[in-house]
C-alpha cells in the first residue's frame, strides 16, 4: 500500500496547528499533528521540504521501518522541529494501519488495560478563592484530580493563571511579538503553599491535586518547595527544575517525598533516560506528537515502567485533538498508563476544524470504537482559520534578567 500524497496544512481555529494528510494509492488516508506552539512554521517546512518528497512511493504500512528512516536517515538527530515533524507521520501512519485492519489503534497495540482514560482538570484564578471556586465546580462534575494554578500577589502575570478573566491559553495565541511575563521565586515560594493548605482544608484528601512550577526554581529551591507541600500529599509537582542537566533532580529526590513529573518537551527516550533509570521522577509527561509519534512512545511508557514509573501526557490545547485521539489509544493500552492532562473538548472553531468523539463522565474519558484514531480533519473547514503568527511568553526576574517561562 504505497504513499501517494503527503499534505501538510497550517490552521488557526483559535489558536496555531499544524496537520498532516498522508494518502495512499488505494485511498485510505491518515492524519497526524506536528503542532509546535510559537515555532509552527519550521515544522511545516520540514515536512513539505525534507520529509514528503522521500515518502512518496514508500509502503505505508511499514511504520518502523519509516520512522527509522526518517529518526537515523536524516543524520541529525532529535530535537523539537524534527520530532514533531516525525511524530505527525508516525500517528497518520498508525491511523491508516487501524483503518485497514478496520480496527481502533489501541487494538493493534495490545489492546485495553482499562475501561475509561482518567484526567486531571485545571483549576485556576487570580486569587486563591477563585482558584477553590473553580475546583469546587470541578469537584461537583466528578474530576479525580485537578491541578491548581494561582496568581502570585504583586507578581505581574503568572503562568497557568487567567489574565483579564480569559482563559489562559488564548494569551498564547495570536501575539504578534513574544508578550512578557514576570517573576519572583521568593513571592512564589512565600505564597503557593497557602494555596495548597486552603485547598486541603475545605475539600479533604480525596481529590488528586497537582501543579506546575513550568521549571521556574533551581534543584535546591524546588527541594524545599517539594517539602513545604509534602502536608497536601500532591498528586505530582510538575517540571520543578529544568532537565536539561537530569541530575538536578536527585537533588529535589534527595529532599522530599512529593513525587514529580516531567517530559512535556522531552523529544526522545534519551531526554528521559537518566531520569527514569535513577527513578528520580514519578511520572513522563512526553506527548505523541513532540515525543515523535505513538512507536517511541510505547517503548518510552514499556521502559518506565520497568522503573515504577507511570504516564502522564502532556494535554494541553496546543496539541491538536488529534494527539489528543492518539493519546486516548495509547492510554487505553499502557499497562503503567497514570493520569492524562485535559482542559475541555474545545470551542466551536476548533470542533468544526477537527471531528472526534469522546466522552467525559466522573472524571473519565470515553470513545466509541472506530478504525484508527477515530479523528477527522475537515480541510475546507480549515481555510476559514488562516495561520496566524504567535508566540508563547518570555519570563524576567522583577530586576529584567530573563528567565525559564
Ligand atoms: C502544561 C504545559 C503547557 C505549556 C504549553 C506550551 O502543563 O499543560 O506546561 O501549559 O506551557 O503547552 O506550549
Ligand atoms: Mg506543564
Known amino acids: 500500500m504505497k504513499i501517494k500524497d503527503i499534505k501538510v496544512f497550517i490552521c488557526s481555529p483559535g489558536r ?38 522521500c515518502l512518496i512511493g514508500k509502503d505505508a504500512q511499514q511504520i518502523e521501518d519509516i520512522w527509522q528512516y526518517l529518526y537515523k536517515g536524516a543524520y541529525w538527530r532529535k530535537g ?10 508516525d500517528t497518520a501512519l498508525w491511523d491508516i494501519k487501524g483503518k485497514q485492519a478496520n480496527l481502533p489503534v489501541y487494538q493493534l497495540l495490545g489492546g485495553r488495560s482499562r475501561s475509561g482514560v482518567t484526567v486531571y482538570g485545571h483549576a485556576n484564578g487570580e486569587t486563591i478563592e477563585e482558584v477553590l471556586t473553580n475546583l469546587g465546580t470541578m469537584i461537583d462534575e466528578g474530576y479525580k484530580a485537578v491541578r491548581l494554578q494561582c496568581s502570585i500577589p504583586n507578581v505581574k502575570g503568572t503562568y497557568g493563571t487567567m489574565e483579564g478573566k480569559k482563559n489562559y491559553y488564548e494569551l498564547q495565541g495570536n501575539r504578534p511579538l513574544p508578550p512578557e511575563q514576570e517573576w ?33 526554581l533551581t534543584p535546591i529551591e524546588a527541594a524545599r518547595l ?6 497536601y500529599n500532591l498528586l505530582f509537582l510538575e517540571d520543578a527544575v529544568t532537565s536539561e542537566n537530569p541530575e538536578g533532580y536527585q537533588i529535589v529526590r534527595e529532599h522530599t517525598v512529593v513525587p514529580l513529573a516531567v517530559g512535556e518537551i522531552f523529544t526522545t527516550v534519551w531526554d528521559a533516560k537518566v531520569l527514569i533509570e535513577k527513578q528520580w521522577i514519578d511520572y513522563i509527561r512526553t506527548a505523541i506528537t513532540h515525543g515523535g509519534g505513538i512507536t517511541p512512545l510505547k517503548k518510552l511508557a514499556d521502559f518506565a515502567a520497568m522503573y515504577h514509573i507511570r504516564t502522564a501526557p502532556h494535554g494541553a490545547p496546543d496539541l ?29 472553531e476548533l470542533n468544526d476544524v477537527f471531528k472526534y468523539d469522546v466522552e467525559l463522565k466522573e472524571g473519565l474519558l470515553y470513545m466509541q470504537d472506530k478504525p484508527g484514531l477515530g479523528v477527522d480533519f475537515d480541510e475546507e473547514a480549515a481555510k476559514k482559520y488562516p495561520y496566524k503568527r504567535s508566540y ?11 528567565w525559564n517561562w
Not at 226 to 231: I, M
Not at 327 to 339: D, K, R, V, Y
Request: proline share 6%.
Open 226 to 231: 517539594g517539602k513545604l507541600l509534602e502536608p
Open 320 to 348: 491538536s485533538p488529534i494527539c489528543f485521539m492518539a493519546h486516548m489509544h495509547f492510554n487505553l493500552w499502557a499497562p503503567n498508563f497514570g493520569i492524562q492532562e485535559f482542559i475541555g473538548f474545545g470551542t466551536p
Open 16 to 53: 496555531n496547528f499544524v496537520t498532516v494528510k498522508i494518502i495512499t494509492e488505494n485511498g485510505t488516508y491518515g492524519i497526524g499533528d506536528a503542532t509546535l506552539n510559537g515555532r509552527e512554521m519550521a515544522v511545516v517546512a520540514y515536512l513539505q521540504e525534507h520529509i514528503a518528497p
Open 392 to 402: 508563547l511568553p518570555v519570563s524576567r526576574l522583577e530586576d529584567g534578567t530573563l
Open 80 to 89: 523539537p522541529v524534527t520530532m514533531a515533524a516525525i511524530g505527525a507521520i
Open 184 to 216: 519572583s521565586t521568593s513571592k512564589y515560594m512565600n505564597f503557593v503553599p497557602e494555596l495548597f493548605k486552603q485547598a486541603r482544608e475545605r475539600f479533604g484528601f480525596d481529590i488528586g491535586l497537582c501543579h506546575d512550577v513550568h521549571s521556574r
